[in-house]
């Protein structure tokens, strides 16, 4: 139903991936500031450049939001949209560290249908179709079955590992990996890499739209803290509660956990 959707998705990521990649290796990144701590580099503009041109031609009706175009109430009276992050981990990018990805997704009428993630550096490419399953380089990925937390890792955001707010949550779980880009978490969780991602921190829609059709494709839950899917475009693209990614079992008992 949206396999012409995904293929040109697909080839919109790889391409926005070399533009990336590009940009990666070479010593001056271009670092601006859009606000304190939130960096922006000349590849976030290119990449987007590249990805709004690409898919607004080949999709000329849909409604478009993505983290670094600027926003339009258009695409709120549009029941196509695509939400995109054309580099998510930009910290991690600057820094030289190889977790970060393109984010691309479709909805329709607020549900996610087109999930893409990919990280060019490692070559990941993660990506579900609505009641298609989730693929990871063209396999398919089935999320955790396990069911105990002292069994199971959990990925979490880097910035809020160093602010140590995992600590309390140490002998929860059998281990707790940072890893920038929510994006990249929420793709290698999909394909049962590790078992759960959570995130105690606001999350813009770019951010996570992509991985939740991911997610729910491979068989797991993608909802907030308390138990509630997440609708897209929408006016403030910004959800505050805490999001939990995993099999239902465990999503149960994270969110008591973290509750």
Same mark, same amino acid.
């Given at each position: 139903?949206?396999?012409?959707?995904?293929?040109?998705?697909k080839?919109?990521?790889? @391409?926005?991936?070399?533009?990336?990649?590009?940009?990666?290796? =070479?010593?001056? &990144?271009? *670092?601006?500031?859009?606000?304190?701590?939130?960096?922006?580099?000349?590849?976030?503009?290119?990449?987007?450049?590249?990805?709004?041109?690409?898919?607004?031609?080949?999709?000329?009706?849909?409604?478009?939001?993505?983290?670094?175009? +600027?926003?339009?109430?258009?695409?709120? #009276?549009?029941?196509?949209?695509?939400? +995109?992050?054309?580099?998510d981990?930009?910290?991690?990018?600057?820094?030289?560290?190889?977790?970060?990805?393109i984010?691309?997704?479709?909805?329709?009428?607020?549900?996610?249908?087109?999930?893409? *993630?990919?990280?060019?550096s490692? #070559?990941?490419?993660?990506?579900?179709? &609505?009641?298609?399953?989730?693929?990871?380089?063209?396999?398919? *990925? &089935?999320?955790?079955i396990? #069911?105990?937390?002292?069994?199971?890792?959990? +990925?979490?955001?880097?910035?809020?590992?160093?602010k140590?707010?995992?600590d309390?949550?140490k002998?929860?779980?059998?281990?707790? @990996?940072?890893?920038?880009?929510? =994006?990249?978490?929420?793709?290698?969780?999909?394909?049962?890499?590790?078992?759960?991602?959570?995130?105690? =921190?606001?999350?813009n829609?770019?951010?996570?739209?992509a991985?939740?059709?991911?997610?729910?494709?491979a068989?797991? *839950?993608?909802?907030?803290?308390?138990?509630k899917?997440?609708?897209?475009?929408? &006016?403030?693209?910004?959800?505050?509660?805490?999001?939990? =990614?995993?099999?239902?079992t465990?999503?149960?008992?994270?969110?008591?956990?973290?509750y």
């Amino acid at each position: 139903m949206f396999n012409e959707e995904l293929i040109a998705g697909k080839v919109a990521a790889r @391409n926005a991936g070399k533009i990336l990649m590009k940009h990666f290796s =070479a010593s001056d &990144k271009k *670092v601006k500031y859009k606000s304190l701590n939130n960096p922006v580099t000349i590849a976030d503009y290119e990449a987007d450049q590249y990805l709004s041109e690409f898919i607004g031609g080949e999709f000329p009706n849909d409604g478009w939001l993505s983290e670094e175009t +600027v926003d339009t109430k258009e695409r709120l #009276e549009k029941s196509r949209v695509w939400i +995109v992050d054309p580099l998510d981990g930009t910290k991690e990018f600057i820094e030289g560290i190889p977790h970060f990805s393109i984010s691309i997704a479709l909805v329709e009428d607020g549900h996610p249908v087109i999930g893409i *993630v990919y990280n060019p550096s490692t #070559e990941e490419m993660f990506y579900a179709e &609505k009641e298609k399953g989730a693929y990871l380089n063209g396999s398919n *990925v &089935k999320i955790s079955i396990k #069911e105990k937390l002292i069994d199971s890792s959990i +990925v979490v955001s880097r910035s809020e590992y160093r602010k140590k707010l995992w600590d309390e949550y140490k002998e929860n779980f059998s281990e707790i @990996n940072p890893i920038g880009s929510v =994006a990249y978490k929420l793709g290698l969780v999909g394909a049962n890499q590790y078992d759960i991602f959570s995130t105690v =921190a606001p999350k813009n829609e770019w951010d996570i739209c992509a991985g939740d059709c991911i997610i729910k494709e491979a068989g797991g *839950v993608f909802k907030t803290i308390n138990d509630k899917n997440i609708i897209y475009n929408q &006016k403030k693209t910004l959800v505050t509660d805490p999001i939990i =990614a995993t099999n239902s079992t465990l999503f149960n008992r994270v969110s008591d956990l973290l509750y």
